[in-house]
C-alpha cells in the first residue's frame, strides 16, 4: 500500500474455514516480516505467520497448548535479539482439569522457523502437512561450493533450492534432480551468511543457515 492508501499489491493465505485475527506485523531481524495472532476453527489456536519483503510466504504455523480442541490464544508477541519470537496469551483448559474449567497464563516461544523452543507442551500444524527434511551443509563455512545431506531418505524428483541474504532477498534459484541422500552445489555469490531453503511442489521442506568466505 502507498502513502496514498492505494493497494499495489495483495496474497491471501491460510486454511479454509477458520476466522484468523492479526494482531500485529513486525519487521524481522532477517529483513522479511512475521505477524501473530489468534485463529478459531472449532476452538481457539495461536498462529504465527513469515513471509519475506517479496510478500513469499516462508511459513505458517498453527500453535496450541496441550489439547488441540481447548482454547489457546495469543496476545501480544515480539522477536528476540536471538531471532526467536516470543508470545504471551492465555489457555483455556477445560478438558484435563478437576472441579471447573480453568484459566493459565500462556508464553510461547518458536524460532525463527516456527519451531518450539520453549519445552511447554505445545502442539503444532503446518499450513500445509508435509513432512520437512533434515540436512546439514558441508562444508561450512564453504567457498562456493558445498554438499548438502539428507539425514533421511526422501522420495526422489526435482527440489527448488532457493539462497536468500540476511535482507530477507532472494540472491538465487535452482532447480535439482535428487534421487539419492546428498546434492552437490556451486555458486558464486560474495562472502557473507545466507538461508539455503528446500521446497518441492511449491512447499517448504527445511531450511540451513550457510556461511560463504
Same mark, same amino acid.
Given at each position: 500500500?502507498?502513502?496514498?492508501?492505494?493497494?499495489? @499489491?495483495?496474497?491471501? =493465505?491460510? *486454511?479454509?474455514?477458520?476466522? $484468523?485475527?492479526?494482531? *500485529?506485523?513486525? +519487521?524481522? &531481524?532477517?529483513?522479511?516480516?512475521?505477524? +501473530?495472532?489468534?485463529?478459531?476453527?472449532?476452538?481457539?489456536?495461536?498462529?504465527?505467520?513469515?513471509?519475506?519483503? $517479496?510478500?513469499?510466504?516462508?511459513?505458517? %504455523?498453527?500453535?496450541?497448548? !496441550? !489439547?488441540?480442541?481447548?482454547?489457546?490464544?495469543? +496476545?501480544?508477541?515480539?522477536?528476540?535479539?536471538?531471532?526467536?519470537?516470543?508470545?504471551?496469551?492465555?489457555?483455556?483448559?477445560?478438558?484435563?482439569? $478437576?472441579?471447573?474449567?480453568?484459566?493459565?497464563?500462556?508464553?510461547?516461544? #518458536?524460532?525463527?522457523? *516456527?519451531?518450539?523452543?520453549?519445552?511447554?507442551?505445545? %502442539?503444532?500444524?503446518?499450513? $500445509?502437512?508435509?513432512?520437512?527434511?533434515?540436512? @546439514?551443509?558441508?562444508?561450512?563455512? @564453504?567457498?562456493?561450493?558445498?554438499?548438502?545431506?539428507?539425514?533421511?531418505?526422501?522420495?526422489?524428483?526435482?527440489?527448488?533450492?532457493?539462497?536468500?541474504?540476511? &535482507? /530477507?532477498?532472494?540472491?538465487?534459484?535452482? +532447480?535439482?534432480?535428487?534421487?539419492?541422500?546428498?546434492?552437490?552445489?556451486? #555458486?558464486?555469490?560474495?562472502? /557473507?551468511?545466507?538461508? =539455503?531453503?528446500?521446497?518441492?511442489? *511449491?512447499?517448504?521442506?527445511? @531450511?540451513?543457515?550457510?556461511?560463504?568466505?
Amino acid at each position: 500500500m502507498d502513502t496514498m492508501g492505494n493497494i499495489l @499489491s495483495q496474497k491471501l =493465505v491460510g *486454511g479454509n474455514n477458520r476466522y $484468523q485475527f492479526c494482531l *500485529g506485523l513486525i +519487521a524481522t &531481524l532477517d529483513g522479511g516480516y512475521y505477524a +501473530a495472532g489468534t485463529g478459531k476453527k472449532g476452538d481457539r489456536y495461536g498462529f504465527g505467520f513469515k513471509f519475506s519483503s $517479496q510478500q513469499d510466504s516462508l511459513w505458517q %504455523g498453527y500453535y496450541w497448548h !496441550d !489439547d488441540p480442541w481447548e482454547f489457546s490464544w495469543i +496476545a501480544t508477541f515480539r522477536q528476540k535479539p536471538d531471532s526467536n519470537f516470543v508470545h504471551f496469551g492465555s489457555h483455556f483448559d477445560h478438558w484435563n482439569v $478437576q472441579n471447573g474449567s480453568k484459566f493459565y497464563s500462556w508464553l510461547l516461544e #518458536t524460532d525463527n522457523h *516456527g519451531c518450539d523452543t520453549s519445552g511447554c507442551n505445545l %502442539g503444532r500444524e503446518d499450513l $500445509q502437512e508435509i513432512k520437512r527434511l533434515e540436512f @546439514s551443509i558441508y562444508p561450512n563455512p @564453504s567457498h562456493g561450493t558445498f554438499q548438502i545431506k539428507f539425514q533421511d531418505q526422501q522420495s526422489q524428483g526435482y527440489y527448488q533450492l532457493e539462497i536468500w541474504d540476511m &535482507l /530477507g532477498r532472494k540472491v538465487s534459484e535452482e +532447480a535439482y534432480w535428487v534421487e539419492d541422500m546428498r546434492l552437490e552445489v556451486s #555458486t558464486d555469490l560474495p562472502i /557473507g551468511v545466507y538461508n =539455503v531453503i528446500l521446497s518441492k511442489d *511449491g512447499y517448504l521442506l527445511g @531450511s540451513e543457515k550457510l556461511v560463504l568466505e
